[in-house]
C-alpha cells in the first residue's frame, strides 16, 4: 500500500493512501456534528475551524501512535521504512518480524500506552479550558480528543492479531510454548474470529436499518484477512530463512531493446521465450521494466507504432532493485510492499545481474513444503 508522501520523522517516511480522504471527510462530519449540537450557539466560521483542527489533531495522534511502534522496531531491529495512513487507520510497513517475545511485546504494546498518554494529555487540556473559561467548542475539541484516543487504545488492544492487542497475546504464547508459528496461528485464529464477529454485527446492524454497519462489515473485513496474510508471511519467513536472494535468481537478464515496437516484443520475445516480464535495455543500460499486463490498454492496432519505452516501467533503484546478498524472503517482501511480480538483482557494484520473481520464492516454498524441509 502505498501514498503521497508527505514527510520524514525519524527517517520514517509519513505516506497518506487516496482512502484516507474518506475517513478524513468522515471524521470531520461526525466531529461537526457533534461539537455543533453540544455548542449551538457557536458561529459556524468557529465551528468549522474547530472541527477542521480537531480533525487534524486526530491524525497527528494516530501518526504518534504508529510513530511509537515503528521508533521502538527501528530500535530493536524489526526495521520500519514508511508509515501509511488510510481509510481505517495507520500501519507500519514492518521489513522483519520482531525476533523475540520481549521485542514483539516492546514492540506492539508501545502504541497503545502512546495513546493513553496523549488522552490523559488531552484530558488535561479539557479540564484546563474548562477551569478558565475558553469558548466551549474548544473544550469540547480537546474532550473529544481525549476520548477518541482513549477509544484507539481499547480497540488496539482487543487480542486479534494483528491488531496490538494480538501482537502481545502473540508473544506471550510464544514465550509459554517457544514456538512462533504456532503462537501466530493461534493469534491469527483469534483475529480472523474477531474480523468474522465484527462482519456479523455490521450485517445486523444494516438487517436493522442503520447503514453504519458497513463500516464494522469493512474493517471486520479487513482484520481477517490481515490476520490470515500475517500468518502467511510468518511460515514464508521460517521456509526462506536460509535462502539468500542468489540462491533463486535467473541469471543473465533477459532484455528488450526500448526502442522496438510493441509488436516486436510481443511476438519476438514474450511468445519466443514464454516469460510475462522482461528488462528495458537502452544504450547498454537497464532502463526500465516491461511486464504482459502492460500491452493490454494498447489496442491491437497501434502495437506496430508504440515503442517499449513509452508504456515500459521506468527503473526505480529504491523499489526495483535487490541485492544478490539479501534473504528472499527481504526480497519477498520488498516486492509485496511495492506490488511487484520482480525485481531486478545487482552485485556489490551496483551492476545487474540478474532477475528473481515472487513465483521462483514460491515454487521454492512448495518444493520445501513437499518435501517436509
Known amino acids: 500500500m502505498q501514498g503521497w508522501k508527505i514527510g520524514k520523522v525519524f527517517g520514517i517516511t509519513i505516506e497518506i493512501h487516496f482512502t484516507w480522504l474518506i475517513i478524513f471527510g468522515l471524521i470531520l462530519s461526525v466531529v461537526t456534528q457533534e461539537i455543533g449540537q453540544t455548542a449551538p450557539d457557536a458561529s459556524r466560521a468557529s465551528l468549522w475551524a474547530t472541527a477542521i483542527i480537531t480533525t487534524l489533531l486526530f491524525f497527528v495522534c494516530l501518526v504518534l501512535h504508529e510513530l511509537a511502534h515503528s521508533v521502538m522496531a527501528n530500535r530493536l531491529g524489526a526495521g520500519v521504512s514508511r508509515i501509511t495512513l488510510f481509510v481505517f487507520g495507520g500501519v507500519s510497513q514492518l521489513k522483519n518480524e520482531p525476533d523475540s517475545p520481549a521485542s514483539e511485546f516492546k514492540v506492539a504494546i508501545v502504541g497503545p500506552l502512546t495513546s493513553i498518554i496523549l488522552a490523559g494529555l488531552f484530558y488535561a487540556i479539557y479540564l484546563g479550558l474548562n477551569g478558565l473559561g475558553v469558548s466551549s467548542v474548544w473544550v469540547l475539541a480537546a474532550n473529544w480528543v481525549a476520548r477518541i484516543n482513549l477509544a484507539l487504545a481499547i480497540f488496539n488492544m482487543l487480542p486479534g492479531f494483528p491488531l ?10 510464544w514465550s509459554a510454548w517457544n514456538s512462533l508459528d504456532r503462537a501466530t496461528r493461534v493469534a491469527a485464529n483469534v483475529g480472523q474470529a474477531f474480523g468474522y464477529i465484527l462482519v456479523g454485527l455490521g450485517f445486523l446492524m444494516i438487517i436493522s436499518g442503520n447503514w453504519g454497519g458497513l463500516w464494522p462489515v469493512a474493517l471486520g473485513w479487513l482484520l481477517a484477512s490481515a490476520a490470515a496474510g500475517s ?10 530463512g536460509d535462502v539468500y536472494v542468489h540462491d533463486l535468481m535467473s541469471s543473465p537478464v533477459r532484455t528488450i531493446p526500448a526502442q522496438v515496437t510493441l509488436a516486436q516484443a510481443a511476438y519476438d520475445h514474450f511468445m519466443a521465450a514464454r516469460f510475462t516480464a522482461f528488462a528495458v535495455e537502452q544504450e547498454g543500460a537497464i532502463v526500465g521494466m516491461i511486464r504482459m499486463e502492460q500491452f493490454q490498454p494498447i489496442p491491437r492496432e497501434r502495437w506496430e507504432h508504440t515503442t517499449v519505452a513509452e508504456v515500459m516501467e521506468p527503473l526505480d533503484p529504491e523499489t526495483m532493485l535487490v541485492n544478490s546478498d539479501k534473504m528472499a524472503v527481504d526480497a519477498m ?4 510492499e511495492h506490488d511487484l511480480g520482480r525485481l531486478l538483482v545487482t552485485d556489490h557494484s551496483g551492476n545487474i545481474i540478474g532477475i ?14 513437499g518435501l517436509g524441509m
Not at 231 to 240: D, I, P
Not at 333 to 336: F, I, P, T
Not at 356 to 362: A, C, N, W
Open 333 to 336: 517482501m520488498q516486492m509485496a
Open 164 to 173: 496490538d492487542g494480538g501482537r502481545v497475546l502473540r508473544s506471550i504464547l
Open 231 to 240: 500468518y502467511q508471511r510468518v511460515q514464508l519467513q521460517q521456509a526462506l
Open 356 to 369: 528473481i520473481s515472487s513465483s521462483d520464492v514460491r515454487r521454492l516454498v512448495r518444493v520445501k513444503s
